[in-house]
């Protein structure tokens, strides 16, 4: 059992628009910020988005973060079949004094 | 560029004892926090544990708590695990990652970035 809740599958279609929600609480999204990476198959994870909202140089700008309140969301657009992975939200939580993950949702591109 | 290559997995039977390894090249190794962050297998990401540039501040996860043990030598450019009474449920890909905070310090608004291709820790009789 995850401390942040995601969804276990999202998927879409070439060009379509998707989001991905990460729930949390007030001891970690509701007060810290939020990244996200993207785990491709059979290879380490990479970062996505960090800072809620801020991209890393070399990821697209179809890629997307944003928080609100004790929740934040993933939003890809223009849905590419490279984007077919594992994306997982992290926080950091101050009850736990520790980093803590979604459980990852995985995208699937029809 | 910035690499990190683990190294010390293997298959270990129950209560006994791992070290892991993780050498580090492409920055400046003493500027910065890393962490340890653990997948098992067909399953999601678990942060294990991380260490302050200096090693003046650590953190452990819960599961692995009086158990493990992170540490470093900035001499040696290099980040370490030791794994002690190992358990069933300890089985996953271990991964080294840099932590972003300028400081140096545990901090709760940074990330990790990037990460080694991890090693894999097998605990079993």
């Known amino acids: 059992q995850s401390v942040l809740t995601q969804p276990p599958s999202a998927s879409g279609t070439p060009g379509q628009r998707v989001t991905i929600s990460c729930s949390g609480s007030?001891?970690?999204?509701?007060?810290?910020?939020v990244n996200w990476y993207q785990q491709l198959p059979g290879t380490a994870p990479k970062l996505l988005i960090y800072?809620?909202?801020q991209r890393p140089s070399g990821v697209p700008d179809r890629f997307s973060g944003s928080k609100s309140g004790t929740s934040a969301s993933l939003a890809i657009s223009g849905l590419q079949s490279e984007d077919e992975a594992d994306y997982y939200c992290?926080?950091?939580?101050?009850?736990?004094?520790?980093?803590?993950f979604g459980g990852g949702t995985k995208l699937t591109v029809l | 560029e910035v690499q990190l290559v683990e190294s010390g997995g293997g298959l270990v039977q129950p209560g006994r004892s791992l070290r892991l390894s993780c050498a580090a090249s492409?920055?400046?190794?003493?500027?910065?926090?890393m962490h340890w962050v653990r997948q098992a297998p067909g399953k999601g990401l678990e942060w294990v544990s991380g260490?302050?540039?200096?090693?003046?501040?650590?953190g452990y996860a819960d599961s692995v708590k009086g158990r493990f043990t992170i540490s470093r030598d900035n001499a040696k450019n290099s980040l370490y695990l030791q794994m002690n009474s190992l358990r069933v449920e300890d089985t996953a890909l271990y991964y080294c990652?840099?932590?972003?905070?300028?400081?140096?310090?545990?901090?709760?608004?940074?990330?990790?970035?990037?990460w080694g291709q991890g090693t894999l820790v097998t605990v079993s009789s």
């Open positions: 990652a840099k932590d972003n905070a300028l400081s140096g310090e545990l901090l709760d608004d940074s990330w990790f970035d990037p």
């Open positions: 260490i302050s540039w200096n090693s003046g501040s650590t």
């Open positions: 492409g920055f400046t190794f003493d500027d910065y926090a």
């Open positions: 007030s001891s970690n999204i509701g007060r810290n910020t």
């Open positions: 992290a926080a950091w939580d101050d009850s736990l004094s520790g980093w803590v």
């Open positions: 800072s809620n909202n």
